[in-house]
């Protein structure tokens, strides 16, 4: 990014809450890196942001907090621009988020639980590997199956849309933007496990949010990215006070270079991402996402060159 | 009365040393700013006699400690015969966050080792570990861990003939601190060494702390968290919002 290099040297910064001393130009750079990439993918970013934190060395649990924070602020211009477009169903997003808040407590308690434990790194590098194995290779799957296809038949995707058991679930509620009559039971489900992912991991939970919201709920996909903002922006904000106020490690420093270089490079993404085909997007994402989670892993599996850690006393 | 007369003859030999540390610091304060990225402190001074310098060497030795706080040291081991997994955990109760020992030769040479312990001069002695859980057998393994992974992050240092000392009398050191320093009174010891005895020393401290904006975010994250996470989720706001609508506006023209 068009920075004089001869200034890096001197553009050490001092972050007040992780307590160490790291490159701005580093922090800005992987906030752009991210953001290019979300930009061109449509996603979020907390998801490979927490990660890249850990690589260099941020404490986990400063990770996690600072990363929701910054969640917050870069889906607040995404929500705005979806009300102006009226594409946000209210009504299914505060369900969404009634779940959002249970689940991210329920998070919080069992991450506070394990780090008094000394497991909670284990528990956000576990979390990460599953999570990301998973959605990276049934995305890798899908997209190989969507080339093929199109190469085959020249386009023409069926949507899925499964309601049987669905139907059968009580407490049904009316969702007008959404055009849908289903149970309230769903939807709240899927909002707490967003919102465990969301104190533990640090992450928006889009990319879990948006299937389960198409598959499993039947939403019209134009409302399904400005609802899961909505609901993701408060889930997110009521994770940043709860890791403020219990385990003091949101650090604003961090979050507000990450977030400037995050909203630049998600400017170059977008432009980037219109002249790519989807399918090979998809693709580009998915192994993104395996390789990252193939880092984490080995961290889990091979021997440490270092098998001692130092917990300061008192946490 | 004889007695108590031969006492005070005898007195001023015993209670003045005869050669005392006169001692300079280059600064005082330490301050964690935003741009902090580690501080050199220089530290020096001169030894003050009244009689002959005698005749054999003269030692200096010098010590800078950052505050103390209990550490869980945690050592991983093979869970399930798959991942690599925290097991046991020893609480070691004082550390020095920091600690630095220079000295004008070799610690052996300089020090005996009662007189090491003593004061508690090397790294090794100014840890201090006490109980380990009893499915804990290696606990020295814990305490050595702390040194090692300390001693790799810059944190403890061994200096070992790095204090300068001319003509028996002036003498400097120059210690350096990273950046990821924990706040507090750093004491600062210099000692004066012959024939491995400890002969005369002094005390000073060095003030590390946080000032500025780093000081009160830091002390707001902590005396009143709620408000911090108001202001950090409004700070965020404003500035993602701030940046996409100044990227707008810069489209538009």
């Known amino acids: ?315 | 009365m004889r007695y108590l007369l031969a006492c005070l003859l005898m007195f001023p030999g015993l209670l003045m040393a005869e050669e005392e540390v006169v001692l300079g610091l280059s600064k005082k304060h330490v301050s964690i700013t935003t741009t902090f990225d580690g501080s050199e402190i220089l530290i020096f001074g001169a030894v003050k006699r009244e009689s002959p310098v005698p005749d054999t060497e003269l030692h200096v030795v010098i010590t800078v400690a950052g505050p103390s706080r209990p550490v869980t040291v945690r050592r991983k081991a093979k869970w399930l015969g798959l991942i690599w997994v925290n097991n046991a955990a020893v609480e070691v109760d004082l550390a020095p966050s920091f600690y630095a020992v220079a000295s004008t030769g070799p610690m052996s040479d300089v020090l005996s080792a009662t007189e090491n312990l003593r004061h508690r001069i090397s790294i090794e002695n100014a840890i201090r570990s006490v109980g380990a859980p009893d499915n804990v057998t290696d606990s020295a393994a814990f305490t050595k861990a702390v040194i090692r992974i300390r001693r790799n992050a810059d944190l403890y240092q061994q200096l070992e003939g790095q204090v300068a000392l001319d003509q028996q009398t002036l003498f400097r050191t120059a210690i350096k601190m990273p950046a990821n320093l924990t706040e507090g009174d750093y004491t600062t010891r210099i000692f004066l060494a012959r024939e491995g005895k400890v002969i005369s020393h002094q005390e000073t401290t060095i003030e590390v702390r946080k000032v500025g904006l780093e000081r009160w975010l830091f002390n707001m994250s902590r005396q009143s968290p709620a408000l911090y996470g108001l202001m950090s989720l409004a700070i965020a706001i404003a500035a993602g919002w701030g940046a996409s609508a100044a990227f707008r506006l810069a489209r538009r023209d």
């Not at chain 1, 941020?58 to 870069?74: D, H």
């Not at chain 1, 991450?111 to 590098?125: A, C, E, H, I, P």
Request: aromatic content about 8%; charged content about 10%.
């Open chain 1, 1 to 315: 990014m068009g920075f004089p290099t001869g200034l890096d040297e001197h553009m050490q910064i001092y972050l007040p809450i992780a307590e160490m001393s790291v490159n701005a130009f580093l922090l800005l750079g992987l906030g752009g890196l991210v953001g290019v990439l979300s930009g061109m993918f449509g996603v979020g970013g907390g998801f490979l942001m927490t990660p890249l934190l850990f690589f260099i060395g941020i404490p986990p649990a400063v990770a996690v907090a600072t990363e929701a924070n910054q969640i917050v602020a870069s889906s607040f211009s995404g929500v705005l621009a979806h009300f102006r477009r009226q594409t946000v169903d209210i009504k299914m997003g505060t369900v969404l988020l009634v779940g959002g808040l249970i689940g991210a407590a329920l998070g919080i308690v069992l991450f506070n639980y394990l780090k008094s434990l000394g497991q909670v790194d284990l528990l956000v590098k576990l979390f990460y590997v599953v999570f990301l194995g998973v959605v990276g290779g049934l995305m890798f799957i899908e997209s190989l199956n969507t080339i093929r296809k199109t190469r085959k038949s020249g386009g023409e995707i069926k949507a899925r849309r499964q309601r049987t058991w669905i139907q059968t679930l009580p407490f049904k509620m009316r969702f007008r933007t959404s055009g849908l009559y289903i149970s309230v039971i769903p939807p709240v489900a899927v909002g707490i496990l967003v919102g465990i992912l969301a104190a533990i991991m640090g992450v928006g939970g889009g990319f879990i949010m948006v299937p389960a919201m198409i598959y499993i709920l039947g939403m019209p996909t134009k409302v399904v990215v400005g609802t899961s903002l909505f609901q993701i922006m408060f889930v997110t904000a009521f994770t940043t006070m709860l890791h403020a106020t219990t385990n003091f490690t949101v650090d604003i420093v961090l979050a507000v270079l990450l977030l400037v270089g995050g909203v630049i490079g998600a400017q170059f993404g977008t432009k980037i991402g219109l002249k790519m085909k989807a399918e090979n997007l998809r693709i580009w994402l998915a192994i993104m996402v395996l390789a990252v989670c193939g880092k984490l892993a080995m961290d889990l599996l091979l021997q440490p060159t270092e098998l001692f850690s130092l917990g300061v006393g008192g946490h």
